[in-house]
């Protein structure tokens, strides 16, 4: 057995006569995630305690983007970075000369319309519903591996719940990266090397920068802790492989096919 997965007397002294709270588990993700994980797989999981805080991650990461566009250095700095992709565009060939300007001033139209309060309501109903897409699909690829290769004793909405409360670290790093884009005057959406140093992730250079992120490592630990106890698995070194190994592979994959379609580029910013 995993030394990390022995249930220590930390975790046998939370309260054993009844569910933890919402706001337990909140603070358990940061204080004692094998503990809290450890006792509310004890119990059906349940929907509120991955909806609540994804809700929070996508409404916040809505509200930062909002405040930031409020500040003219991260305004203009944010164009800037889209009209210097339209021009690499323009430069290799994908674009022609006349759409690289149509382009262009569609962005600065875009831009424009986004920053007014119409724009707010729309940024904020669109993260919400692609936020949550794409936060179930991302499930349902771990789940997938638990299931069939890890053979893990769970539910998808177990997956969901591991997943969904890990999400108040992501809050925090949201939260940090905001307070940066502020104070740096330019938009910072993780606290990875890359994006505090400045790097082009679009490079490989940048790339394996931009993996170097504590908070992001630190999600990832919790997200591995979370999986193994609650699918009640007596190792957590194959939950550490499985969802490190899917993040490493995944967002290379997705570098590499940023490479072969430019407009994928916007996803690795």
Do not use: C
């Not at 690289?100 to 424009?112: H, L, S, W």
């Amino acid at each position: 057995m995993d030394s990390n997965d022995t249930i220590t007397p930390a975790e046998e002294t939370q309260p054993q006569n009844g569910e933890l709270s919402h706001s337990d588990k909140m603070i358990g993700v940061f204080t004692e995630p094998a503990s809290m994980f450890y006792h509310t797989s004890k119990f059906a999981a349940r929907h509120k305690d991955w909806v609540i805080p994804v809700l929070i991650l996508f409404f916040v990461a809505a509200l930062i983007r909002i405040i930031a566009m409020t500040n003219e250095e991260v305004f203009f700095e944010a164009k800037n970075q889209g009209i210097e992709r339209i021009e690499r565009m323009v430069e290799d060939g994908t674009l022609s000369r006349e759409q690289g300007d149509e382009a262009i001033e569609a962005v600065d139209q875009q831009m424009e319309f986004m920053n007014s309060p119409v724009g707010w309501v729309i940024n904020i109903v669109t993260t919400l519903i692609f936020g949550f897409i794409v936060f179930v699909l991302i499930v349902g690829i771990y789940y997938l591996f638990i299931k069939f290769v890890l053979k893990g004793d769970g539910t998808f909405t177990s997956a969901l719940v591991a997943n969904g409360l890990t999400a108040y670290i992501s809050i925090l790093q949201l939260v940090i990266a905001g307070i940066l884009t502020m104070l740096l005057g330019k938009m910072i959406m993780d606290t990875s090397v890359a994006s505090l140093t400045g790097a082009d992730k679009n490079t490989i250079t940048g790339w394996m920068l931009a993996r170097l992120d504590p908070i992001s490592i630190w999600t990832y630990i919790v997200l591995a802790i979370g999986f193994a106890k609650m699918f009640k698995s007596e190792s957590t070194g194959k939950y550490y492989a499985l969802v490190f190994g899917i993040w490493l592979v995944g967002m290379f994959i997705l570098f590499q096919l940023s490479q072969a379609v430019p407009f994928l580029q916007n996803f690795m910013q």
